[in-house]
Protein backbone atom coordinates (compact mmCIF):
# COMPACT_ATOMS: atom_id res chain seq x y z
CA UNK A 1 0.00 0.00 0.00
CA UNK A 2 1.56 3.06 -1.22
CA UNK A 3 1.02 6.46 1.90
CA UNK A 4 -0.32 9.44 0.53
CA UNK A 5 1.70 12.70 0.84
CA UNK A 6 2.00 14.00 4.01
CA UNK A 7 1.68 17.42 2.50
CA UNK A 8 -0.83 18.73 0.00
CA UNK A 9 1.47 18.56 -3.48
CA UNK A 10 0.15 21.23 -5.53
CA UNK A 11 -0.30 21.19 -9.28
CA UNK A 12 2.39 24.64 -9.08
CA UNK A 13 4.12 26.88 -6.56
CA UNK A 14 5.75 29.53 -7.39
CA UNK A 15 9.33 30.28 -7.33
CA UNK A 16 11.08 32.56 -4.87
CA UNK A 17 14.17 34.14 -5.10
CA UNK A 18 16.49 34.71 -2.15
CA UNK A 19 15.10 36.56 0.14
CA UNK A 20 17.72 38.65 1.38
CA UNK A 21 17.97 39.60 -2.25
CA UNK A 22 14.47 40.59 -2.35
CA UNK A 23 14.79 42.71 0.51
CA UNK A 24 18.27 44.83 -0.40
CA UNK A 25 16.06 45.33 -3.72
CA UNK A 26 13.15 46.65 -1.24
CA UNK A 27 15.20 48.73 0.48
CA UNK A 28 16.60 50.44 -2.50
CA UNK A 29 13.09 51.07 -3.52
CA UNK A 30 12.68 52.29 -0.15
CA UNK A 31 15.12 54.81 -0.69
CA UNK A 32 14.15 56.09 -4.35
CA UNK A 33 10.37 56.61 -2.72
CA UNK A 34 9.38 55.30 -6.38
CA UNK A 35 6.94 52.95 -6.10
CA UNK A 36 5.06 52.86 -9.76
CA UNK A 37 5.13 55.10 -12.76
CA UNK A 38 8.15 53.87 -15.20
CA UNK A 39 10.41 53.72 -12.05
CA UNK A 40 14.14 52.61 -11.77
CA UNK A 41 13.71 49.15 -11.33
CA UNK A 42 11.59 48.71 -13.59
CA UNK A 43 13.77 50.39 -16.57
CA UNK A 44 16.17 48.41 -15.90
CA UNK A 45 13.69 45.02 -16.32
CA UNK A 46 12.64 46.33 -19.33
CA UNK A 47 16.10 46.52 -20.75
CA UNK A 48 17.40 43.13 -19.48
CA UNK A 49 13.93 41.45 -20.79
CA UNK A 50 15.33 42.82 -24.24
CA UNK A 51 18.74 41.30 -23.67
CA UNK A 52 16.52 38.33 -23.12
CA UNK A 53 14.35 38.21 -26.10
CA UNK A 54 16.89 40.00 -28.67
CA UNK A 55 15.06 42.60 -29.34
CA UNK A 56 14.31 46.32 -28.25
CA UNK A 57 10.84 45.89 -28.54
CA UNK A 58 9.23 44.52 -25.17
CA UNK A 59 7.05 46.38 -22.88
CA UNK A 60 6.15 45.63 -19.39
CA UNK A 61 2.49 45.29 -17.99
CA UNK A 62 0.93 44.68 -14.61
CA UNK A 63 -0.83 41.27 -16.08
CA UNK A 64 -0.87 39.44 -18.92
CA UNK A 65 -4.54 39.76 -19.12
CA UNK A 66 -4.18 43.70 -20.22
CA UNK A 67 -1.02 43.01 -22.44
CA UNK A 68 -2.91 41.29 -24.45
CA UNK A 69 -6.13 43.85 -24.63
CA UNK A 70 -3.63 46.64 -24.94
CA UNK A 71 -2.02 44.52 -27.63
CA UNK A 72 -5.74 43.96 -29.64
CA UNK A 73 -6.24 47.72 -28.62
CA UNK A 74 -3.21 48.90 -29.93
CA UNK A 75 -3.06 46.67 -33.58
CA UNK A 76 -6.98 48.12 -33.90
CA UNK A 77 -7.79 44.86 -34.30
CA UNK A 78 -11.72 44.12 -35.17
CA UNK A 79 -14.77 42.54 -36.60
CA UNK A 80 -13.40 38.71 -36.52
CA UNK A 81 -10.41 36.91 -34.81
CA UNK A 82 -9.40 33.58 -35.03
CA UNK A 83 -8.73 31.49 -32.18
CA UNK A 84 -8.52 27.94 -30.23
CA UNK A 85 -10.67 26.88 -27.54
CA UNK A 86 -8.26 24.87 -25.80
CA UNK A 87 -6.85 27.65 -23.65
CA UNK A 88 -7.55 29.57 -20.52
CA UNK A 89 -10.44 32.16 -20.67
CA UNK A 90 -8.45 35.38 -20.59
CA UNK A 91 -7.75 34.50 -24.24
CA UNK A 92 -10.96 35.07 -25.22
CA UNK A 93 -11.89 37.46 -23.19
CA UNK A 94 -9.31 39.89 -24.25
CA UNK A 95 -10.93 39.86 -27.83
CA UNK A 96 -14.47 40.14 -26.16
CA UNK A 97 -13.12 43.05 -24.60
CA UNK A 98 -12.20 44.64 -27.49
CA UNK A 99 -15.88 44.08 -28.93
CA UNK A 100 -14.27 41.74 -31.43
CA UNK A 101 -15.83 38.45 -32.35
CA UNK A 102 -14.00 35.46 -31.21
CA UNK A 103 -14.32 32.40 -34.25
CA UNK A 104 -13.01 29.32 -32.40
CA UNK A 105 -11.95 26.08 -34.47
CA UNK A 106 -10.41 23.13 -33.70
CA UNK A 107 -7.17 21.96 -32.72
CA UNK A 108 -3.88 19.94 -33.90
CA UNK A 109 -4.27 16.37 -31.67
CA UNK A 110 -1.00 16.39 -31.53
CA UNK A 111 0.29 19.45 -30.20
CA UNK A 112 -2.89 20.68 -28.93
CA UNK A 113 -2.05 24.18 -30.58
CA UNK A 114 -4.59 26.01 -32.87
CA UNK A 115 -4.92 24.23 -36.25
CA UNK A 116 -3.87 25.53 -39.56
CA UNK A 117 -5.95 24.73 -41.83
CA UNK A 118 -8.81 25.33 -39.42
CA UNK A 119 -7.95 28.66 -39.00
CA UNK A 120 -7.54 28.89 -43.19
CA UNK A 121 -11.17 27.41 -43.70
CA UNK A 122 -12.84 29.67 -41.14
CA UNK A 123 -11.59 33.28 -42.79
CA UNK A 124 -14.06 35.46 -43.67
CA UNK A 125 -14.01 39.26 -45.26
CA UNK A 126 -14.48 39.88 -41.58
CA UNK A 127 -10.98 38.18 -40.65
CA UNK A 128 -8.31 40.61 -38.70
CA UNK A 129 -6.35 38.32 -37.08
CA UNK A 130 -5.32 35.14 -35.76
CA UNK A 131 -4.95 34.64 -32.16
CA UNK A 132 -2.98 31.44 -31.60
CA UNK A 133 -1.82 30.00 -27.62
CA UNK A 134 1.40 28.38 -27.56
CA UNK A 135 0.01 25.82 -25.42
CA UNK A 136 1.49 24.11 -22.44
CA UNK A 137 4.73 26.04 -24.09
CA UNK A 138 4.84 23.96 -27.21
CA UNK A 139 5.03 26.34 -30.34
CA UNK A 140 2.22 26.42 -32.62
CA UNK A 141 2.95 25.88 -36.15
CA UNK A 142 4.56 28.78 -37.13
CA UNK A 143 5.50 28.62 -40.73
CA UNK A 144 1.88 27.73 -41.57
CA UNK A 145 0.41 30.57 -39.36
CA UNK A 146 2.76 32.85 -40.96
CA UNK A 147 2.11 32.33 -44.72
CA UNK A 148 -1.58 32.33 -43.65
CA UNK A 149 -1.69 35.45 -42.08
CA UNK A 150 0.58 37.24 -45.06
CA UNK A 151 -1.71 35.37 -47.70
CA UNK A 152 -4.95 36.74 -46.30
CA UNK A 153 -2.96 39.88 -44.59
CA UNK A 154 -4.24 39.10 -41.44
CA UNK A 155 -2.53 40.34 -38.29
CA UNK A 156 -0.88 37.15 -36.16
CA UNK A 157 -0.61 37.59 -32.14
CA UNK A 158 0.04 34.84 -29.87
CA UNK A 159 -0.77 34.32 -26.67
CA UNK A 160 2.55 32.69 -25.13
CA UNK A 161 1.44 32.91 -21.39
CA UNK A 162 2.82 29.37 -21.20
CA UNK A 163 6.26 30.28 -23.52
CA UNK A 164 8.37 32.03 -21.76
CA UNK A 165 12.51 30.72 -22.31
CA UNK A 166 11.38 28.91 -25.40
CA UNK A 167 13.49 29.42 -27.93
CA UNK A 168 12.86 28.19 -31.63
CA UNK A 169 14.69 27.53 -34.78
CA UNK A 170 14.78 29.87 -37.45
CA UNK A 171 15.04 28.33 -40.90
CA UNK A 172 16.04 32.22 -42.06
CA UNK A 173 19.15 32.96 -39.82
CA UNK A 174 20.06 28.64 -39.41
CA UNK A 175 19.50 29.86 -35.98
CA UNK A 176 17.49 29.43 -32.56
CA UNK A 177 15.80 33.00 -31.27
CA UNK A 178 13.33 33.39 -28.79
CA UNK A 179 9.65 32.76 -29.35
CA UNK A 180 8.22 35.90 -28.82
CA UNK A 181 9.86 37.36 -32.10
CA UNK A 182 7.29 35.15 -34.06
CA UNK A 183 4.48 36.90 -35.64
CA UNK A 184 3.44 40.40 -35.18
CA UNK A 185 3.08 40.25 -31.05
CA UNK A 186 3.46 38.12 -28.40
CA UNK A 187 1.92 38.28 -24.75
CA UNK A 188 3.82 36.69 -22.04
CA UNK A 189 2.02 36.36 -18.39
CA UNK A 190 4.24 36.59 -15.75
CA UNK A 191 2.16 35.33 -12.97
CA UNK A 192 3.07 33.20 -9.90
CA UNK A 193 1.63 30.11 -11.15
CA UNK A 194 3.96 30.32 -14.63
CA UNK A 195 7.19 28.87 -14.12
CA UNK A 196 9.06 32.20 -14.50
CA UNK A 197 6.99 35.15 -12.74
CA UNK A 198 6.99 38.66 -11.57
CA UNK A 199 4.23 37.96 -8.77
CA UNK A 200 1.75 39.19 -11.07
CA UNK A 201 2.60 40.73 -14.55
CA UNK A 202 3.03 40.58 -18.19
CA UNK A 203 4.72 41.53 -21.26
CA UNK A 204 4.28 42.05 -24.88
CA UNK A 205 7.02 41.53 -27.24
CA UNK A 206 6.63 43.13 -30.68
CA UNK A 207 8.07 43.32 -34.66
CA UNK A 208 6.82 46.74 -35.48
CA UNK A 209 8.86 49.22 -33.51
CA UNK A 210 5.94 52.06 -33.79
CA UNK A 211 3.94 49.84 -31.45
CA UNK A 212 6.00 50.51 -28.53
CA UNK A 213 4.88 54.04 -27.68
CA UNK A 214 1.00 53.44 -28.36
CA UNK A 215 1.71 50.43 -26.36
CA UNK A 216 3.49 52.30 -23.31
CA UNK A 217 0.64 55.68 -23.68
CA UNK A 218 -2.00 52.59 -23.69
CA UNK A 219 -0.64 51.45 -19.85
CA UNK A 220 -0.87 54.49 -18.77
CA UNK A 221 -3.87 56.59 -19.32
CA UNK A 222 -2.47 57.62 -22.69
CA UNK A 223 -0.45 60.17 -20.82
CA UNK A 224 2.43 61.67 -22.65
CA UNK A 225 2.73 64.37 -20.01
CA UNK A 226 0.78 66.21 -17.66
CA UNK A 227 -1.39 68.08 -19.81
CA UNK A 228 -1.73 65.97 -23.35
CA UNK A 229 -3.64 62.74 -23.57
CA UNK A 230 -2.87 61.23 -26.68
CA UNK A 231 -5.25 58.11 -26.70
CA UNK A 232 -8.05 56.39 -24.49
CA UNK A 233 -5.62 53.88 -22.43
CA UNK A 234 -6.34 52.41 -19.24
CA UNK A 235 -4.18 51.36 -16.50
CA UNK A 236 -1.76 48.32 -16.80
CA UNK A 237 1.40 49.72 -15.10
CA UNK A 238 3.92 47.21 -13.51
CA UNK A 239 5.33 48.71 -10.10
CA UNK A 240 8.53 47.99 -9.06
CA UNK A 241 8.13 45.23 -6.49
CA UNK A 242 6.97 43.32 -9.58
CA UNK A 243 9.80 44.55 -11.76
CA UNK A 244 12.27 43.55 -8.96
CA UNK A 245 11.05 40.09 -8.44
CA UNK A 246 11.02 39.60 -12.19
CA UNK A 247 14.72 40.87 -12.37
CA UNK A 248 15.77 38.52 -9.62
CA UNK A 249 14.72 35.76 -10.76
CA UNK A 250 15.17 35.90 -14.43
CA UNK A 251 18.86 35.01 -14.48
CA UNK A 252 17.96 31.82 -12.53
CA UNK A 253 15.55 30.52 -15.76
CA UNK A 254 18.69 28.06 -16.87
CA UNK A 255 18.58 26.28 -13.89
CA UNK A 256 14.80 26.84 -13.65
CA UNK A 257 14.04 25.00 -17.11
CA UNK A 258 17.06 22.83 -15.81
CA UNK A 259 15.04 21.80 -13.21
CA UNK A 260 11.74 20.75 -14.76
CA UNK A 261 13.89 19.19 -17.46
CA UNK A 262 14.67 16.37 -15.06
CA UNK A 263 11.36 16.24 -13.15
CA UNK A 264 9.58 15.67 -16.58
CA UNK A 265 12.09 13.06 -17.75
CA UNK A 266 11.29 11.52 -14.26
CA UNK A 267 7.58 11.68 -15.25
CA UNK A 268 8.40 9.87 -18.49
CA UNK A 269 10.02 7.15 -17.33
CA UNK A 270 7.41 6.53 -14.25
CA UNK A 271 4.67 6.70 -16.50
CA UNK A 272 6.09 5.13 -19.75
CA UNK A 273 4.64 1.61 -18.69
CA UNK A 274 1.60 2.32 -17.94
CA UNK A 275 -1.48 1.50 -20.29
CA UNK A 276 -4.12 4.11 -20.55
CA UNK A 277 -1.79 7.31 -19.56
CA UNK A 278 -0.32 8.74 -22.72
CA UNK A 279 2.39 11.68 -22.57
CA UNK A 280 3.35 11.90 -25.71
CA UNK A 281 3.39 16.22 -25.09
CA UNK A 282 6.41 15.63 -22.82
CA UNK A 283 8.10 12.85 -24.50
CA UNK A 284 7.96 14.94 -27.56
CA UNK A 285 9.76 18.05 -25.69
CA UNK A 286 12.25 15.70 -24.40
CA UNK A 287 13.11 14.65 -27.99
CA UNK A 288 13.24 17.60 -29.50
CA UNK A 289 15.48 19.19 -26.97
CA UNK A 290 17.66 16.01 -27.28
CA UNK A 291 18.01 17.69 -31.34
CA UNK A 292 18.87 20.76 -30.47
CA UNK A 293 21.37 19.53 -27.86
CA UNK A 294 22.92 17.42 -30.52
CA UNK A 295 22.17 20.10 -33.59
CA UNK A 296 20.54 17.47 -35.84
CA UNK A 297 18.78 19.44 -38.18
CA UNK A 298 17.24 16.97 -40.20
CA UNK A 299 14.25 17.23 -37.96
CA UNK A 300 11.25 19.31 -39.87
CA UNK A 301 12.18 22.95 -38.77
CA UNK A 302 8.36 24.09 -37.24
CA UNK A 303 9.03 21.74 -34.46
CA UNK A 304 13.04 22.30 -33.86
CA UNK A 305 12.87 24.35 -30.21
CA UNK A 306 14.30 24.11 -26.49
CA UNK A 307 11.58 23.50 -24.52
CA UNK A 308 10.47 25.57 -21.36
CA UNK A 309 9.11 22.23 -19.39
CA UNK A 310 6.25 24.62 -18.24
CA UNK A 311 3.75 21.78 -17.76
CA UNK A 312 3.49 18.07 -16.87
CA UNK A 313 0.48 16.87 -19.20
CA UNK A 314 -0.97 13.57 -19.78
CA UNK A 315 -4.16 12.19 -21.32
CA UNK A 316 -5.65 9.43 -19.74
CA UNK A 317 -7.15 7.00 -21.86
CA UNK A 318 -10.03 4.09 -21.54
CA UNK A 319 -7.16 1.66 -21.53
CA UNK A 320 -6.45 3.18 -17.88
CA UNK A 321 -9.33 1.87 -16.34
CA UNK A 322 -10.06 4.76 -14.53
CA UNK A 323 -11.77 7.93 -16.06
CA UNK A 324 -9.75 11.07 -16.03
CA UNK A 325 -12.36 12.73 -13.65
CA UNK A 326 -11.70 9.46 -10.98
CA UNK A 327 -8.21 9.44 -11.21
CA UNK A 328 -8.00 13.01 -10.67
CA UNK A 329 -10.19 12.96 -7.77
CA UNK A 330 -8.62 9.72 -6.25
CA UNK A 331 -5.01 11.47 -6.67
CA UNK A 332 -6.36 13.73 -4.13
CA UNK A 333 -6.98 11.15 -1.43
CA UNK A 334 -2.93 10.80 -1.66
CA UNK A 335 -2.47 14.43 -1.28
CA UNK A 336 -1.65 15.00 -5.00
CA UNK A 337 -3.45 18.00 -6.72
CA UNK A 338 -3.23 17.72 -10.33
CA UNK A 339 -5.48 20.04 -12.70
CA UNK A 340 -7.94 19.24 -15.38
CA UNK A 341 -6.33 22.26 -17.67
CA UNK A 342 -7.98 22.97 -19.61
CA UNK A 343 -11.52 21.91 -18.80
CA UNK A 344 -14.12 22.47 -19.24
CA UNK A 345 -13.13 23.61 -22.65
CA UNK A 346 -13.42 27.74 -22.40
CA UNK A 347 -15.82 27.44 -25.51
CA UNK A 348 -18.50 25.30 -22.57
CA UNK A 349 -18.66 28.51 -20.50
CA UNK A 350 -22.55 29.89 -20.55
CA UNK A 351 -20.85 33.26 -21.57
CA UNK A 352 -19.31 31.64 -24.92
CA UNK A 353 -21.70 28.86 -25.07
CA UNK A 354 -24.88 30.91 -25.45
CA UNK A 355 -23.31 34.14 -26.93
CA UNK A 356 -23.98 35.58 -30.44
CA UNK A 357 -21.43 37.01 -30.36
CA UNK A 358 -19.24 34.18 -30.60
CA UNK A 359 -18.99 32.06 -33.77
CA UNK A 360 -18.25 28.38 -33.38
CA UNK A 361 -16.85 25.80 -35.84
CA UNK A 362 -16.18 21.95 -35.64
CA UNK A 363 -14.33 21.14 -32.41
CA UNK A 364 -13.57 17.94 -32.61
CA UNK A 365 -10.25 17.22 -30.99
CA UNK A 366 -9.94 20.42 -28.88
CA UNK A 367 -13.44 18.23 -26.92
CA UNK A 368 -11.32 15.17 -26.87
CA UNK A 369 -8.28 16.35 -25.21
CA UNK A 370 -10.21 19.00 -22.56
CA UNK A 371 -11.81 15.37 -21.57
CA UNK A 372 -8.93 13.39 -20.82
CA UNK A 373 -6.27 16.07 -20.02
CA UNK A 374 -5.05 16.34 -16.60
CA UNK A 375 -1.49 18.07 -15.59
CA UNK A 376 0.63 16.75 -12.97
CA UNK A 377 2.81 18.79 -10.36
CA UNK A 378 5.83 20.47 -11.74
CA UNK A 379 7.83 23.13 -9.58
CA UNK A 380 11.49 23.95 -8.85
CA UNK A 381 11.27 22.62 -5.43
CA UNK A 382 9.39 19.49 -6.23
CA UNK A 383 11.90 16.65 -5.41
CA UNK A 384 12.46 13.79 -7.90
CA UNK A 385 11.45 11.18 -5.12
CA UNK A 386 7.91 13.01 -5.27
CA UNK A 387 7.76 12.72 -8.96
CA UNK A 388 8.64 9.04 -8.59
CA UNK A 389 5.83 8.69 -5.81
CA UNK A 390 3.26 10.25 -7.94
CA UNK A 391 3.89 8.03 -10.83
CA UNK A 392 4.14 5.09 -7.96
CA UNK A 393 0.65 6.48 -7.11
CA UNK A 394 -0.74 6.33 -10.76
CA UNK A 395 0.62 2.94 -11.69
CA UNK A 396 -1.23 1.65 -8.30
CA UNK A 397 -4.36 3.08 -9.25
CA UNK A 398 -4.76 1.84 -12.70
CA UNK A 399 -8.05 0.16 -13.01
C1 LIG B 1 -2.06 32.76 -17.38
C2 LIG B 1 -2.64 32.90 -18.74
C3 LIG B 1 -3.18 34.09 -19.22
C4 LIG B 1 -3.41 35.28 -18.32
O1 LIG B 1 -2.28 35.84 -17.81
P1 LIG B 1 -2.38 36.73 -16.45
O2 LIG B 1 -0.98 37.22 -16.30
O3 LIG B 1 -2.78 35.79 -15.37
O4 LIG B 1 -3.35 37.80 -16.67
C5 LIG B 1 -3.59 34.17 -20.53
N1 LIG B 1 -3.50 33.10 -21.35
C6 LIG B 1 -3.03 31.92 -20.93
C7 LIG B 1 -2.93 30.79 -21.90
C8 LIG B 1 -2.60 31.76 -19.61
O5 LIG B 1 -2.18 30.57 -19.18
Not at 28 to 53: A, C, D, M
Request: with cysteine; aromatic share 10%; net charge neutral.
Amino acid sequence: MIKPFDEPILVTRPYLPDLERYQAGISEIWSNRWLTNNGPVLQRYEKNLQNHFGTPNVCAFNNGTLALQIALQGMKIEGEVITTPFTFVATAHCLVWNNVKPVFVDIDRQTYTIDPDAVEAAITSRTSAILAVHVFGTPCHLTRLQQIAQHHHLALIYDAAHAFGVRVYNPASGSMHSIGLAGDCSMFSLHSTKLYHSIEGGLLTFNDAKYKKIFEYLRNFGFENETEVMMVGTNAKMNEMQALMGNLILPDLPKIIDKRKTLTQAYVEGLKTVKGIDSHLICQALAVDQQVQHRENHFSSQFLYTPNFAYVPIEVTAEYGLTRDQLYEKLKTFNVFARRYFYPLLTEFLCYKESPHVDLHVLTNAHVVANRILTLPIYFDLNLDDVRRICEIIRFLKG
